[in-house]
Antibody
């Protein structure tokens, strides 16, 4: 059973940088895309970025200038950095894993999520 | 960017009724690249359907998906009490985008 354990969420101030981490337990780390998705309170889902074990990345164009996603295959971990935070970045942030096949970028496994609040 | 529009925004129904949820894409997408999720309050979303019509592991057969091109549908044949939730469609053929969601609420 795949488990995704996140940490790094919390209260940040405008203009600060968010750093989130996600450790993967169970299952293979390679062969999948690892993804960050966020959800503002009471609103819908927004895909942020994804990365595979080789470091190949894809970013949401609307966030690309502020986002970096990275992978540490020695620890089976992925990380997300989001710079220049504003109140609009307040959201639940989810770590997630794609489906099994090449091109299957639906989200098969989700972490529990971590709330990030941006407020002065 | 492929924009997904879900309708209706809210769907009031009673247990036992049939639910039909729509997801319309701003451009044609392969049926391989359309998924549906269920989200309950305080929980992460759960994968229901991928590739338009393939049920994920453990998903009851009262959930079914269909469609092609720009029009896709999630059908819940007979609503159970645990099915009242928000449902999202997602396309993953051209980057990844989600629809705005449909809330299935108790009438």
């Amino acid at each position: 059973q795949v488990q995704l354990q996140q940490w790094g969420a919390g209260l940040l101030k405008p203009s600060e940088t968010l750093s989130l981490n996600c450790a993967v337990y169970g299952g293979s780390f390679s062969g999948y895309y690892w993804t960050w998705i966020r959800q503002p309170p009471g609103k819908g889902l927004e895909w942020i970025a994804e990365i595979n074990h080789s470091g190949s990345t894809n970013y949401n164009p609307s966030l690309k200038s502020r986002v970096t996603i990275s992978v540490d295959t020695s620890k089976n971990q992925i990380s997300l950095t989001l710079t220049s935070l504003t109140a609009a970045d307040t959201a639940m942030y989810y770590c997630a894993r794609s489906g099994e096949g090449s091109g299957d970028h639906y989200i098969q496994y989700w972490g529990r999520g971590g709330l990030v609040t941006v407020s002065s | 960017e492929v924009v997904l529009t879900q309708s209706p925004g809210t769907l009031p129904l009673s247990p036992g009724e049939r639910a039909t949820l729509s997801c319309t894409a701003s451009q044609s997408i392969s049926s391989r690249f359309l998924a549906w999720y269920q989200q309950k309050p305080g929980q992460a979303p759960r994968l229901l359907i991928y590739g338009t019509s393939n049920r994920a592991t453990g998903i009851p057969d009262r959930f079914s998906g269909s469609g092609s091109g720009t029009d896709f549908t999630l059908t819940i044949s007979r609503l159970e009490p645990e099915d009242f939730a928000v449902y999202y469609c997602q396309q993953y053929g051209s980057s990844l985008t989600f629809g705005g969601g449909t809330k299935v609420e108790i009438k």
